[in-house]
């Protein structure tokens, strides 16, 4: 069986569980990382020697760690062709969006807004970093509403992996109190992800113990 080790409320897990969900497969979780603990045992840090959480062991004994090399690989083995067309040029309208996530939106986001202004307490904010990174969140936002006007998911008309990546992002985004631009074509894009069932399950999760809370 699938095992995965992560806590609920680390976005990069949540991309993994729900996958994970979409895909509906038989799988062990086991919470790891912050509150948890376990990251920095000798059993953890022999399949993640950077000690981070996700991390995943397949059946056969393949381990994989890092959020998106999670998704490919699943995505690969056991989510063919919905997920992972036979097509490399076809795959690849969602692997950019997958890069670009990883590489543009979550920096601005994860580490400049939700790192920066809803972990870090009050008195220790930057808030000129923070205007910067909400700045920089609204180009992003605003960018892929252009993007949605045309489709109804990022890369085309079905769930990728595009979506998992970028939309992951998307409820701690809303839930904030942050400035951000409209964007109907990125609000409509939340609310198609919302009724599905792997969504609301592993990515609206309540993050309240995280607000003031740099470490564990």
Request: aromatic content about 12%; some cysteine.
């Amino acid at each position: 069986m699938l095992q995965v080790w992560g806590r609920r409320n680390s976005s990069n897990v949540q991309k993994v569980m729900w996958l994970i969900g979409e895909l509906d497969l038989p799988h062990e979780h086991i919470p790891a990382g912050g509150s948890f603990g376990l990251t920095q045992s000798a059993e953890f840090l022999a399949m993640n020697p950077h000690g981070r959480v996700p991390v995943i062991k397949d059946g056969d004994g393949t381990i994989v760690w890092e959020s998106h090399s999670i998704l490919r690989y699943l995505a690969a083995r056991y989510g063919s062709p919905r997920f992972w067309s036979d097509d490399a040029g076809q795959r690849s309208q969602a692997d950019r969006w997958m890069d670009w996530s990883q590489s543009t939106l979550q920096p601005a986001f994860l580490t400049g807004v939700f790192w920066g202004f809803y972990r870090t307490p009050e008195a220790l904010r930057n808030a000129k970093s923070i205007e910067e990174n909400l700045s920089r969140c609204a180009q992003y936002f605003l960018l892929l509403d252009r993007v949605l006007a045309g489709r109804p998911f990022i890369a085309g008309d079905g769930l990728s992996l595009a979506d998992i990546a970028a939309g992951s992002n998307l409820y701690r985004y809303f839930e904030l109190d942050i400035k951000r631009p409209d964007v109907p074509n990125v609000q409509a894009w939340y609310d198609r992800l919302q009724l599905r069932p792997a969504f609301r399950e592993h990515v609206m999760v309540p993050f309240d113990e995280l607000f003031g809370r740099l470490s564990f």
